[in-house]
Each structure stands twice: as structure tokens, then as C-alpha cells.
T-cell receptor
Framework: DGGITQSPKYLFRKEGQNVTLSCEQNLNHDAMYWYRQDPGQGLRLIYYSQIVNDFQKGDIAEGYSVSREKKESFPLTVTSAQKNPTAFYLC???????????FGPGTRLTVL | AQKITQTQPGMFVQEKEAVTLDCTYDTSDQSYGLFWYKQPSSGEMIFLIYQGSYDEQNATEGRYSLNFQKARKSANLVISASQLGDSAMYFCAMREAVIDSWGKLQFGAGTQVVVTP
């Protein structure tokens, strides 16, 4: 079955710790994206990647970092510099940049 | 400035009735795309329908249709014959073709739909 997986579904961390969220896709899509969603709000773009070894900042990249070493994987690190990291994080991919995006199930991060 | 506006925070609809979700957008671009996504309580975003700015016909996908009025910059989603499983949050999104925005989706705040028996 082709799709996008994100793990874990729920993640708890102490303030000041970095944490890495996993995103894997087996759809053979070139483009991948990370979004953040806060309660009652739409999605905001954190980072996106058009192709392997390339990524660009989105609208709210401060306090986050990514890597794209493999086509299938686009992990997101939430660093201690992110002031309000508690949120729902969604990863998406599309066959090419600009095409319709397909989303993973999300990771709910809570920083205590 | 807000690029996508969804003015209905929530609405109730009776099963088997049709419902229209409003979406207006703001762009000076001639080439753009409009998307609708559904987000059930599980959290996953499900792609529903797409309309390109140059598409002459309104997009349809099963029970979903998009009422595209370019001059008014509106892209309303119509769900016909509502089902209980349609209860979810619905998001309108836009992709512009300008260099700095290409590939990025701008999302509206969403509309919560509750389908009642």
C-alpha cells in the first residue's frame, strides 16, 4: 500500500529538548512538505523540499530544521529555539512541487 | 494579508441534504490552483477536489463539486446528499504560480461541518 507514514502519533518532550519527527513516503513523490496546525486554525508551512538534497523555508521556519537525504524521507527537527512547539504536525508529499498534496496521519507534539 | 477566507466557522446540515462551504481568495496572479481538503477528527488531511484558474468547467468529484466564480474570486465547495461520515473540518487552499510562492499552499481557517441524522 502506497502512502505517507509519520511516527510517532503522539510525542511528549521536556522544554529545551530537541525532537525529531519522522516522515516517510513510498509514493515516489519528488516534493515533500511540513506543516504545523494549531487548534482551530489552518495549516502553516514550515519547510518544503522539491527534490532530494534541496529544501526551502516556508512561512514559519524559525526554530525548525529539516534534511532530505533520501527521496522517501523528510524528517523535521523541532529545536529548543522554537518558542511554542506544542502543536499538530503534518507531513505531505506531491508528485511534483505544486501538484495536489497527500498527507500523513500527523504527529501531535506536546512540550511539557 | 489573508489569502484565503472561509467565513463560516461551523455549520450543521441534515443527512441527505446538500451543503455549500464558502471560500474566497485573494491573488493578483492569473495562474493559480484551488484545493479543498477534508480533515476528520483523526487529523489526517484528505484531498477532495482541485480547480485550476484556467479550467472553464467547474470541477466535480463524486458528491463534491466546486462552484468556481473567477470574477468574484470565490471557490465554494458543494457537498451533495450529505452523509454522517462527512462530519469533519473542511479547508480551502490556494497555490499561486509566482516564483516565491510556487508549490506552497495557503490554507484558510476551515469550516467545521456536523451532519445530523
Amino acid at each position: 500500500d502506497g502512502g505517507i507514514t509519520q511516527s510517532p502519533k503522539y510525542l511528549f518532550r521536556k522544554e529545551g529538548q530537541n525532537v525529531t519527527l519522522s516522515c516517510e513516503q513510498n509514493l515516489n513523490h519528488d516534493a515533500m512538505y511540513w506543516y504545523r496546525q494549531d487548534p482551530g486554525q489552518g495549516l502553516r508551512l514550515i519547510y518544503y523540499s522539491q527534490i532530494v538534497n534541496d529544501f526551502q523555508k516556508g512561512d514559519i521556519a524559525e526554530g525548525y530544521s529539516v534534511s532530505r537525504e533520501k527521496k522517501e524521507s523528510f524528517p523535521l527537527t523541532v529545536t529548543s529555539a522554537q518558542k511554542n512547539p506544542t502543536a499538530f504536525y503534518l507531513c505531505a508529499s506531491s508528485i511534483r512541487l505544486g501538484n495536489e498534496q497527500f498527507f500523513g496521519p500527523g504527529t501531535r507534539l506536546t512540550v511539557l | 494579508a489573508q489569502k484565503i477566507t472561509q467565513t463560516q466557522p461551523g455549520m450543521f446540515v441534515q443527512e441527505k441534504e446538500a451543503v455549500t462551504l464558502d471560500c474566497t481568495y485573494d491573488t493578483s496572479d492569473q495562474s493559480y490552483g484551488l484545493f479543498w481538503y477534508k480533515q476528520p477528527s483523526s487529523g489526517e488531511m484528505i484531498f477532495l477536489i482541485y480547480q485550476g484558474s484556467y479550467d472553464e468547467q467547474n470541477a466535480t468529484e463524486g458528491r463534491y463539486s466546486l462552484n468556481f466564480q473567477k470574477a468574484r474570486k470565490s471557490a465554494n465547495l458543494v457537498i451533495s446528499a450529505s452523509q454522517l461520515g462527512d462530519s469533519a473540518m473542511y479547508f480551502c487552499a490556494m497555490r499561486e504560480a509566482v516564483i516565491d510562492s510556487w508549490g506552497k499552499l495557503q490554507f484558510g481557517a476551515g469550516t467545521q461541518v456536523v451532519v445530523t441524522p
